[in-house]
């Protein structure tokens, strides 16, 4: 079956956040506490509006898809590139959340997320590749998908002659690792001693070498 890769359009977020919370599931603390009832209908198009949001916004952020012989979206991805570019901080912001509580449980997993990628960007002087989010429908998985979109971006770093840097899971950590990524540590996110008692989320920090970039004609 023929897979294709190709740029999002905005058409495209509501389906790609539905493989968001398809993929997910509710494995992911990360993913529960920063984009609330995903997996209902309500926090799907808020997680879509979001999504179309940053598609807007940020320049450095390239939403991609595959697609299959029927032109149905089966895997998505979204890089961030970064060509000479340090970007702000990213802040978490909206009303989405029941309560100031898990509002404030969600910024914290936010910003400790982000951490080692935020200062890798910083680090390489905004000269990097960052896979920010890699999601394959279930029912598609194990099919090629997701290896493509990750040569995608590789194939950018490559011709930039950067690094490239991803948060892994488990489920991931072996396909990264075959396409040249490297572990570097296992990252738990830090959260205030009021949230000790609930779930953990970590992450592999890997990390893919820069390549010399081939020289221009």
């Not at 990360?30 to 879509?48: K, L, N, Q, W």
């Not at 179309?52 to 952020?61: C, G, P, Q, Y």
């Not at 089966?74 to 029941?98: F, H």
């Not at 960007?121 to 290896?147: C, E, F």
Request: proline share 6%; aromatic share 12%; charged share 30%.
């Amino acid at each position: 079956m023929p897979f294709t890769v190709e740029k999002c359009t905005e058409a495209d977020l509501p389906r790609f956040f539905e493989i968001v919370s398809l993929a997910f599931r509710h494995d992911h603390e990360y993913i529960d506490s920063v984009f609330p009832d995903h997996d209902t209908p309500a926090g799907r198009e808020a997680g879509a509006e979001r999504m179309l949001a940053t598609m807007k916004a940020d320049i450095n952020a390239i939403f991609l898809k595959v697609v299959n012989d029927e032109r149905k979206i089966i895997a998505a991805a979204k890089w961030n590139i970064y060509d000479g570019v340090v970007p702000p901080k990213p802040e978490l912001t909206g009303d989405y959340w029941k309560d100031g509580d898990e509002k404030e449980f969600a910024k914290h997993m936010f910003d400790g997320y982000l951490v080692p990628r935020c200062q890798d960007i910083k680090d390489s002087r905004g000269n990097l590749a960052t896979l920010d989010m890699l999601i394959v429908d279930p029912y598609y998985q194990r099919q090629g998908a997701g290896r493509m979109l990750v040569q995608w971006g590789t194939a950018v770093a490559d011709r930039l002659g950067v690094e490239a840097v991803v948060e892994a899971g488990d489920y991931g950590r072996g396909l990264y690792a075959q396409e040249g990524f490297e572990v570097l540590d296992k990252y738990e996110v830090p959260v205030p001693e009021k949230w000790a008692a609930r779930r953990k989320q970590w992450f592999w920090w890997m990390k893919r070498p820069a390549l010399a970039p081939a020289p221009k004609n």
